[in-house]
């Protein structure tokens, strides 16, 4: 079975510019949840979602949007970008969200802002 | 909010020393707690995880962790080092109700030959 995957694998935009990720989960899991890890540091949690419902968002500006579509991939969109927005992003997915679920990650999308 | 702390942001040992990552959490209920590893150009894979079953939790490759809600602690170790086993590694705690994970900032863990 393929696990989570997310394209792209690597990115550059420049400052303001808008970005769109992509993440399908494993096949079966209904929950996709997105991370911010900057270099030298934990993930930090951006949003989850649940059966094309959010059920939690992080500390992150309205600038980070993100949906879930009927087949349980999502999107994650950043728009106006700033430097500080440069960061290995990772999609993870579980079966229904819970807290005493494991996470599967994907290997993220490298996004370098100019 | 919950949080976790990692002490150590670099530990390096001998190939067939011990290892022991430090982890200490804050939580007002029990936690479930997790450790992951990270290899480079890699996503996160789960070593293991306590879900209040039993307080020492067996993961893989060797890795073992142990919940001790005294110290609020969840120390990892490994009795014999591989090369194999540098890499980063990140402990982490999710939220109640759903699976939002507190992450500590990560300790690189390098094996020396």
């Known amino acids: 079975d393929a696990g989570v995957t997310q394209s792209p694998t690597h990115l550059i935009k420049t400052r303001g510019q808008q970005v769109t990720l992509r993440c399908s989960p494993i096949?079966?899991?209904?929950?996709v949840s997105w991370y911010q890890q900057v270099l030298g540091q934990g993930p930090q949690f951006i949003f989850q979602?649940?059966?094309?419902?959010?059920?939690g968002r992080g500390n992150f500006p309205d600038r980070f949007s993100a949906r879930q579509f009927p087949n349980y991939s999502s999107e994650l969109n950043v728009n106006a970008l700033l430097l500080g927005d440069s960061a290995l992003y990772l999609c993870?997915?579980?079966?229904?969200?819970?807290?005493?679920?494991?996470?599967?990650f994907g290997s993220g999308t490298q996004l370098s802002v100019l | 909010a919950q949080s976790v702390t990692q002490l150590g942001s670099h530990v390096s040992v001998s190939e067939g020393a011990l290892v022991l990552l430090r982890c200490n959490y804050s939580s007002s209920v029990p936690p479930y707690l997790f450790w992951y590893v990270q290899y480079p150009n890699q996503g996160l894979q789960l070593l293991l995880k306590?879900?209040?079953?039993?307080?020492l939790v067996k993961g893989i490759n060797g890795f073992e962790a142990e919940f001790k809600k005294s110290e609020t602690s969840f120390h990892l170790t490994k009795p014999s080092a591989h090369m194999s086993d540098s890499a980063e590694y990140l402990c982490?705690?999710?939220?109640?109700?759903?699976?939002?994970?507190?992450f500590g900032s990560g300790t690189k863990l390098n094996v020396k030959p």
């Open positions: 982490a705690v999710s939220e109640y109700n759903f699976n939002k994970f507190y």
């Open positions: 979602y649940y059966e094309k419902e959010e059920r």
């Open positions: 993870a997915s579980s079966y229904r969200g819970r807290n005493n679920e494991k996470l599967f």
């Open positions: 306590y879900t209040s079953a039993a307080t």
């Open positions: 096949s079966g899991h209904k929950s």
